[in-house]
């Protein structure tokens, strides 16, 4: 997927990256120690690191204060942006609070959940490569925990500075506009969305942002509906806002009920089917 340009000044995660880099790298270590000393490669992945290993918990409650801070900040740049006073907007509300955590627990265990998908994934791999390498003489049994091991810290070096990054600014992305829908339903003022691409949108965004049989040229939704269905994650494949991907940087444009906007036209709505 490629990089979008931040065209919308979109919150890239930075507050978010140093915790998940520090929670994959903790879980390289524990992997690390669970294989030393170990003469056998004959470990399931799920023995060398388990689900219910340190980490979920502990990056949880440091990821909330600094989702709050961005769902503080972009339900206040909704606000603006549709002449409401930002102040009235209030992440501390038991409801919005709820919703915050709600959010973050979803993202934290699904983050994991990946985390140890490809871990089981390339461990398998790995193990594969290495039995083939002692039936071909050029490994012998006795190296074969010490190649695991290497190759396993090279693969967790290689790979998760990246996964932090994609997932920050993903999940960032992820946060802005969760909490520019909870701002606009909470305004009463915003009728829907319209997508919004970058200067330079992969073709999925493209896809979603265009739409022929809107005189407009765009694709908008009324307020709570998809834009598009992508993958099958239950969490994820309902696409209400962006992002569309890994890296997805478009946006939304709020479309004012037409009493507000003392606008007697109708709303043109067109969408994509579910
Ligand atoms: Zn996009």
Not at 55 to 82: H, N
């Amino acid at each position: 997927m490629p990089i979008e340009p931040n065209d919308h000044n979109l919150p890239l995660g930075s507050r978010l990256y140093p915790i998940l880099v520090g929670s994959f790298n903790a879980q390289a270590k524990l992997v690390k120690e669970r294989l030393t000393g170990k003469k056998s490669i004959f470990y399931t992945p799920a023995e060398l690191l388990r689900p219910s290993d340190k980490g979920l918990i502990e990056e949880y409650e440091r990821i909330v204060p600094v989702i709050t801070g961005i769902w503080d900040k972009s339900g206040k740049r909704l606000y603006r942006a549709v002449g409401l006073d930002p102040e009235r907007w209030r992440v501390n509300s038991e409801y919005l609070k709820a919703a915050i955590r709600a959010s973050t627990l979803n993202f934290a265990e699904s983050t994991q959940a990946t985390f140890h998908e490809d871990f089981n994934g390339h461990y398998e791999l790995l193990k594969h490569a290495i039995r083939a390498e002692i039936e071909l003489g050029r490994l012998g049994a006795g190296e074969t925990t010490e190649q695991l091991t290497k190759r396993l810290m090279k693969y967790f070096q290689d790979n998760n500075r990246f996964r932090a990054r994609r997932i920050a600014q993903t999940e960032a992305v992820r946060a802005h506009h969760l909490a520019m829908q909870w701002s606009a339903k909470d305004s009463s003022v915003v009728a829907g969305w319209q997508w919004v691409e970058t200067s330079a949108s992969c073709p999925i965004c493209h896809a979603i942002a265009k739409d022929a049989n809107n005189p407009t040229g765009r694709r908008t939704v009324k307020l709570g509906q998809i834009f598009a269905v992508r993958g099958t994650n239950p969490d994820y494949k309902n696409i209400r806002f962006p992002p569309a991907h890994p890296f997805c940087r478009c946006t939304l444009k709020a479309i004012l009920e037409p009493s507000y906007t003392h606008d007697p036209k109708p709303i043109d709505w067109s969408f994509l089917p579910a």
